[in-house]
Every structure is written in structure tokens, then in C-alpha cells.
């Protein structure tokens, strides 16, 4: 474990007791700060929308770059306050709405339900919001930090409300299924690209992206609903929209169910894209012979 690892861990208990527009301003101007030094992750972001918005003028993208680096800065920051201030402070900060049944059910049902959250920068405050106020067993799958301290600090962070488990990817899928098949929850992100052995191609904007088929063949076979969870970043701290479940979701067609996927995906970005997480190399792995877009 890294002393800079220590130092951050608790640089971000210290300001966990701020005042929220405190916390958003520094994160403000961090963002600004990594926009203007962090080349490389910036020419990601940049070539992500030039990719999935070419109707839109130079000027409005770079508009939504300078945003995003923004809301990546300050959405890491209210890691400190999610994790680490009093319950009472955190609830007070988030706000769950949208479809009242599908609300209920992850409250008090007791169907196996995949909550499909995608990668907006709101996506672990979602999960607090929706897991604080349940006492169905839960569960999320997460990738291993290099850093073992990290790796502890993000885990105890994302179990700290609610009966939930927080699975190693490299488990596989059978803890994942377990809990579906007793009722429990699965917080889902499968909007990524792990890599050309995980993931099957399909359109995303109109590209070819290599993504997780996760959703459908968890859905499938734990039997369970699948319900969108879209996290906004607010003034007052965060908005969880919950929207109804999708019907005939999923099929026997696993790349079928994987586009409606990403063609839903997109409706949910286009109405707020500077909170998508441009910054993952969302096209690095490419069909066999086409040339790469990073």
C-alpha cells in the first residue's frame, strides 16, 4: 500500500463533513485543472464524442469535454460524504424517483431483479440510495484495485448500507445467479469493454463497440426483470431515476437484446451527455480488420 494511497484515503474522510458546495467547488476546479493537464485522458474523451456525436458542432463538444472532467472530479469527491458521512447526510442528498412499482420492488419485493445502471458519474450514489433502503440481499460485481487499501476502502464504500455483497468479476457467474435465484438484487454495469473474450460487437452510436452481454444472459438465467437506473448529479446532491421495467426482456437472442441495450443506453445520454463516462476507451477493442479509433 502506497503512502499516497493512505494520504488520499484520508484527504477524503477530512472533507467528508464539508458543506456540499464546498465539495463541488474544489471538485469544480479540479475538473478544470484535468481538463487543461490530462492529455492523454483527454484526447479519450474527445475522440469518444467526435465518434458518437459527429452531428454536433466542434464547440458543443468541447463544451461537454470541459463538463465531464468536471463532473468526474466532483463525483469522485462525494466518495468522501457517500462513504464516509453520517446516514442521516447522505439520505438527505439523494433523491430516488421515477416509477413508483418498480421503486417498491426494490424496497420490499422479493423477485429476482437486474438493476441496469450504466456508467453515468452518479452510478455509486444510485447504488447507496436504492441499497440504504432495502433489506434484500444485494449484490454488485467490481473489479480488483491494484492497490489493496484502495481496493478495501472502495468495497466497504459500496457495502456500506443494506445486506449487500460486493462480488470479484474473477468469481465468475455463480455467486451472481445464487443471489438473483434467492430474490436478491444485482447493481449491473455491463456498458464497457473488457477486452475481446468478454464481450460481442454491436452498434453503439452507429460504431461497432465490443460490450458486455451480461445483462441479457443474467436476466435469462436467473429469471429475473430488468430495471434502468439512471443517477444524475444535481446542485443539492444527487437525482435516482428508476424507469420501468423492460417488457420482453430478454429473448433467446443474446446479441439482439445486447443492441436494444445500447440503442436504450443512448436515449438515457442524450438527455444529460457530460455525465456519461467518456473518459473509458469505450471503442478500444475493434472488429477483426478495422483500424483503431484511439
Not at 13 to 19: D, G, K, Y
Request: hydrophobic residues 45%.
Amino acid at each position: 500500500m502506497s503512502l499516497g494511497s493512505r494520504l488520499g484515503i484520508a484527504f477524503m474522510r477530512v472533507i467528508a463533513p464539508l458543506p456540499l458546495p464546498l465539495v463541488r467547488g474544489f471538485g469544480a476546479l479540479l475538473g478544470r485543472v484535468l481538463h487543461t493537464i490530462a492529455l492523454p485522458r483527454r484526447r479519450v474523451v474527445d475522440t469518444n464524442l467526435a465518434v458518437c456525436f459527429p452531428e454536433k458542432s466542434e464547440a458543443e463538444r468541447r463544451r461537454i469535454a470541459r463538463e465531464t472532467f468536471v463532473y468526474v472530479a466532483q463525483s469522485w469527491l462525494d466518495r468522501s460524504w457517500l462513504w464516509h458521512a453520517p446516514e442521516k447526510v447522505v439520505a438527505g442528498r439523494l433523491k430516488v424517483v421515477g416509477a413508483a412499482q418498480e421503486i417498491r420492488e426494490i424496497a420490499d419485493g422479493d423477485e429476482p431483479m437486474i438493476l441496469f445502471a450504466p456508467h453515468f458519474y452518479g452510478l455509486d450514489a444510485a447504488a447507496t440510495a436504492l441499497t440504504m433502503h432495502t433489506a434484500r440481499p444485494s449484490a454488485t460485481i467490481y473489479t480488483t484495485q491494484r492497490d489493496p487499501m484502495v481496493d478495501e476502502w472502495i468495497r466497504e464504500g459500496r457495502t456500506r448500507f443494506g445486506n449487500v455483497a460486493a462480488l470479484n468479476r474473477v468469481d465468475g457467474i455463480k455467486p451472481v445467479l445464487g443471489g438473483l435465484r434467492k430474490g436478491g438484487l444485482l447493481y449491473l454495469l455491463p456498458d464497457m469493454d473488457f477486452g475481446r473474450d468478454q464481450t460481442i460487437f454491436v452498434p453503439f452510436y452507429g460504431v461497432q463497440a465490443a460490450t458486455v452481454p451480461s445483462l441479457s444472459r443474467f436476466a435469462r438465467l436467473g429469471k429475473a426483470k430488468v430495471v434502468p437506473v439512471v443517477a444524475k448529479l444535481t446542485a443539492g446532491g444527487y437525482e435516482i431515476e428508476v424507469r420501468p421495467a423492460w417488457q420482453n426482456f430478454p429473448t433467446d437472442d443474446v446479441e439482439a437484446d445486447t443492441a436494444l441495450m445500447n440503442q436504450r443506453l443512448q436515449g438515457y445520454i442524450d438527455t444529460m451527455p457530460s455525465q456519461y463516462y467518456w473518459v473509458h476507451r469505450r471503442f478500444k477493442t475493434r472488429p477483426e480488420g478495422a483500424p483503431p479509433i484511439y
